[in-house]
Structure formats: structure tokens, C-alpha cells
């Protein structure tokens, strides 16, 4: 249990998971309902007093992006003018972190926007999880508390058998955090060199590392149509890697045609977290809680303890 102070809220997009760090909080979500008017406005209203009240929103901004984005910022703005003390987005998953730069004339730096419309409606503190590029947390001028799920997937991979076992990353994007799961594992490390063709298709055109006649464990931050995946797999193969891969994500957006092209027999296992629903029954795919992570993130932010140390792996 923590304070009665805390008030803990969410939209539509991902109430399982926010019941579920809430149960590890010893609380229930606010009363409130978040719905749409007719024409597709989002609607919101709480039905308890949050005067004074530490409140946290508990949302993934995931598919429908901009709905549940939406959603995240019509509740801070109504808990700011309900006169919360502290309006904490806590946004496992940042929709539009893919956008954090521009990589050709003319384009938008979206995940800038996001941020500065979180500001706008008066977001004090975001907490995330393994966001697309550990830079994101400079387009904030209030704190981010930087999570890591990797603690989580490390610490699941290493009650597996990892005999001969890699640690891959699938892009130079990736290197840093495919090289602490090695570190953590104990395990080696390679790296495929990949460049989007486009927001659908890859191609790898460099590899960095060992991986014939090993295990690879393919790492990632998303898996939003798998093309990453599924074309790092088909080049590890060809290059002599065990068709007894393992991929790991934070992540799993699983956008069409994802789960088809990971349907490959070359996959073993794969590893995701709860950041983003996946409701299917897939036998290959086993889903990992950051509901605990996020909880205990929580805690310290309201008592004003460390979080670092919920950083490591
Ligand atoms: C990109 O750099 C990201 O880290 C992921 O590799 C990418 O977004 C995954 O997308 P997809 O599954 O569509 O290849």
C-alpha cells in the first residue's frame, strides 16, 4: 500500500497493465471513465477528488497511437485543472520515439512534438521504458525516469539454456543494449549493420562478430512488422548460425505482417513485456510483466527514493 495521496489512472489503450501495477501497488485505479463522444472525441471524467493528490496515468501511447496519446493528454489536462499536486505520465511504451530525428529534408521530429505537448498540458514527470534512443529524455525539460525492461528479459533468458548462445544486435541502434544483455549473460556479442529500405523493408549489409555454429539472441527495442527481425534471422542463418534463435523485444507492436514472418522455423522462442497488449495465443511467444518495474518506479517516485536503481541489469 502507498500513500492515499497516490491516485492512479488510465485511458483505453492499456488498463490491463495499469491494473496490474496498481494491484502491485496495493491500490485500485481512480474512478473515472475515459470514452469517446459520437463523432470520436475523447471523453473524459473522474469521479473522485485528486485536490492535492499525487496522480499517475498509466497508458502506453500504442495502437491507435494518436487516440491513446490523446487520451494521456485529455487526463493530465483535466487532473491539472482538478488541482492535482503532481500529474505523472507514466508511458511505458512512447509512441513516436521512432521519430527523434531528421533523417531526410523536410521531415518532422515528431517525438519532440510529443514531448512538448506533454509539457503543454502540464505533465511534472514522464517514466518510460527502453525508449528508442536514451536521447528522447533531452526533449523533456521535467524529469523522464528511464526504465529498462532488459533487467526483466536478461533475468528470464538466464534460467534458459544458453550453451552456445550470442547476443545479437540487430542494428547499430541497438549495440549498447545488446552489449549489457552480453555483459549480463556473460555471453559474446555481434552486431548486423541494417538499413532501411523502407518502413517496411530492411537489409543488412554488414556483420560485426562471430555467430556460425552459435545460438543467436536477437535483440531489440520494438518489433513493429518484424522486417528487422525476420531479415537479421535470414542473414544469421546464411551465415551459418543454429536455426535455434531466440528474439527478445521490449516492445511488441506486432503490426501486420509481423506475426507471419515470425513464423519462421529458424525461431525458437521469442521474449516480449507487457508494454503493449498481445492477446493472441502464439505458444512461441511468452510475455514478460514490467507491471512489477513500473510499480516499484512508482513507489520511489512518491517517497522520493532512488529509481536508479531500478535502471540496472
Ligand atoms: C529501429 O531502429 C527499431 O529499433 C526497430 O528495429 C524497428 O523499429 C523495428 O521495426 P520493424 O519490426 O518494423 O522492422
Known sequence: MIGESVKLFCGTATPTLANAVATHLGQKLASGTVSRFPDGETRITIEESVRGGDCYIIQSTCAPVNHSLMEVLVLADALRRASAWRVNAVIPYFGYARQDKKGQAREPITAKLVANLLETVGVDRVITVDLHAGQ????????????????????????????????????????????????????????????????????????????????????????????????????????????????????????????????????KQIYVTDTVPFHEKNDRVAILSVAPLLAKAIRNVHVHASVSSLFAT
Open 136 to 267: 528522447i529524455q533531452g526533449f523533456f525539460d521535467v524529469p523522464v525516469d528511464h526504465l529498462t525492461a532488459l533487467g526483466i528479459l536478461g533475468g528470464h533468458l538466464k534460467t534458459t539454456d544458453l550453451a552456445d548462445s550470442v547476443v545479437v544486435s540487430p542494428d547499430v541502434g541497438r549495440a549498447t543494449e545488446a552489449r549489457h544483455l552480453a555483459n549480463f549473460l556473460q555471453l559474446p556479442l555481434a552486431m548486423l549493420y541494417k538499413r532501411r529500405a523502407s518502413p517496411t523493408e530492411t537489409e543488412v549489409t554488414h556483420v560485426i562478430g562471430d555467430v556460425a555454429g552459435m545460438r543467436p539472441i536477437l535483440i531489440d527495442d520494438v518489433i513493429s512488422t518484424a522486417g528487422t527481425m525476420s531479415r537479421g534471422i535470414e542473414v544469421l542463418v546464411d551465415l551459418g548460425a543454429k536455426p535455434e534463435i531466440t528474439v527478445v523485444a521490449t516492445h511488441a507492436l506486432f503490426t501486420p505482417p509481423a506475426l507471419e514472418r515470425l513464423r519462421s522455423d529458424a525461431i
